[in-house]
């Protein structure tokens, strides 16, 4: 942006006008260096016009210059406000567009879009990592349940509650990280979420009893929530419509593949010596890893942010304290914050079938992701007599259908490449949407061949252990598409 001249110009000019002799001495900051460089006269009339401000509409305006009427403000006690020390109001801006800072067009270096691939990259690993972790410790836990039931003298419902509350918390915590990352940006959000997880899976390793490790595991579970809501919306920060695809399919593969890791890991932790602790101390070391990580190497991504660190900076080299960004112009309002948050998601779930329709299908997939961690040990411990640890490699084929569906949906990059380019580079939410027709009946095949195969033992182990391959197909090609499609639009860029 052009500098506008700072205000200390102004004053010899302004005593120099003879149309307002009695104007008392200038202080500092009282006019704009634009009434200053058009040396207008002002005579009575024109010295009421200086003693509104921007915030009053102009109909106001208008009528006060009619009557020579003058104006007060009030605080929220309906007590008056001042300048201080018998000083008027100071005069609006003739411009306010040229106080606001913004980009220097497309190309700017600033801009997300812009900078190196080399951040990029880094950005997206450790975010990208720091969802896994989160993934990782949700599922971690269940291998451990019949320790803890034991230990703390529980049902196995009971004991398998850590591992309920941990998705309760995750379902929780959009409600909180998604505005905070609109307000403060992304970078705090998902620090603090991660130092947090790490601590209360700390709380929840150390818990006397069963209710200190459940409750910590809730909270755990609503920190972590904060890489799920607030990485997809870093992500989209810094890649563009034609390199967004591509970056999500690989974040929903870490989302996914966490939870289906976690459990041979956790199984082969919880009956060695170590015990089911350990199940939780492995997890919260790793967070505060990657918590440290974020404290030292995660920039701030999100655009209106990095515009008022940008007019910070330009207002300490200028002294024009004027300068700011559209950002800083929000006032944060609790109730408002409550209705477009909360409110509004819930009646759009009401009023619009389509949304209610991929919500439901979206949560009974993730519910039926988390229901596989204790169907799958039943049939391969109970069923087959294979160890915690022996029986948890089941999921590899979980695993190895959600990376053939990740290659896929990279192999079909390239059919999106060219509906954008004959769109003039205009992305349509609906494209995304097409790999649902393929992934809802591979991931019913799945579930029907592991339920129709895992009951007895007179069934070969790798029948049901082959189906996780269409399970874990159908799951990150229905999940990728339905997270896709939305996220452009809600960030503005489709």
Not at 5 to 11: C, E, I, L, R, T
Not at 109 to 137: Q, R
Not at 346 to 363: A, H, N
Request: hydrophobic fraction near 45%; glycine fraction near 10%.
């Amino acid at each position: 942006m052009r500098l506008p001249k700072p205000f200390k110009v102004q004053h010899a000019a302004l005593i120099a006008i003879p149309a307002i002799p009695d104007i008392s001495p200038p202080r500092s900051g009282i006019l704009s260096s634009a009434l200053v460089s058009k040396g207008e006269a002002m005579n009575d009339r024109g010295l009421e016009t200086l003693r509104f401000t921007q915030t009053q509409p102009d109909h106001l305006q208008k009528t006060a210059l009619e009557t020579k009427a003058g104006y007060s403000f009030k605080r929220a006690n309906g007590k008056p406000l001042c300048m201080g020390r018998g000083r008027t109001f100071p005069p609006p801006f003739l411009n306010l567009d040229d106080y606001v800072v913004d980009f220097d067009g497309p190309d700017d270096p600033d801009h997300p879009y812009n900078w190196e691939f080399s951040v990029k990259l880094y950005l997206s690993v450790i975010t990208c990592f720091g969802t896994f972790v989160s993934s990782f410790a949700s599922a971690m836990f269940a291998p451990g349940t019949n320790g803890v039931a034991q230990e703390f003298s529980v049902s196995s419902e009971v004991s398998t509650l850590g591992t309920t509350l941990y998705v309760l918390g995750f379902a929780s915590g959009p409600l909180v990280w998604a505005p905070a990352s609109e307000l403060i940006g992304r970078r705090w959000p998902l620090t603090v979420g991660k130092l947090g997880g790490a601590v209360f899976t700390i709380g929840s390793a150390v818990g006397k009893d069963i209710q200190t490790v459940i409750v910590c595991r809730f909270f755990a579970g609503l920190f972590g929530a904060s890489q799920l809501s607030v990485v997809p919306a870093l992500l989209s920060d810094i890649y563009d419509n034609s390199q967004r695809g591509i970056v999500i399919a690989i974040y929903s593969l870490t989302v996914f593949v966490g939870p289906f890791i976690a459990p041979f890991v956790g199984g082969f932790i919880a009956s060695s010596p170590l015990g089911w602790r350990w199940t939780l101390y492995v997890p919260a070391f790793m967070s505060f890893a990657c918590g440290t990580i974020f404290v030292l190497f995660l920039k701030e991504t999100y655009t209106p942010c990095l515009l008022s660190s940008k007019a910070a900076m330009i207002r300490r080299q200028t002294s024009n304290w004027a300068i700011h960004a559209k950002h800083d112009e929000a006032d944060i309002n609790f109730q408002e914050l409550v209705h477009k948050n909360l409110l509004r998601p819930l009646r759009m779930l009401i009023t619009e079938p389509i949304i209610l329709l991929i919500s439901l299908y979206m949560s009974f997939i993730y519910g039926i992701v988390y229901a596989l961690l204790e169907a799958y040990p039943y049939v391969f411990e109970t069923t087959y007599g294979m160890s915690p640890g022996i029986g948890g490699l089941a999921f590899i084929g979980l695993i190895i259908g959600q990376l053939l569906a990740c290659a896929f949906i990279l192999s079909q990059h390239s059919t999106y490449m060219k509906k954008l380019v004959a769109n003039k580079n205009v992305s349509i939410p609906e494209w995304r949407l097409s790999p649902a027709i393929i992934g809802a009946p591979v991931f019913t095949a799945g579930i029907f061949w592991f339920g129709w195969t895992g009951f007895t033992d007179s069934i070969h182990w790798m029948a049901p252990t082959a189906a996780g391959v269409f399970i874990g197909f159908g799951v990150l090609y229905n999940m990728g598409a339905f997270w896709e499609a939305p996220i452009g639009r809600l960030v503005g860029f489709e």
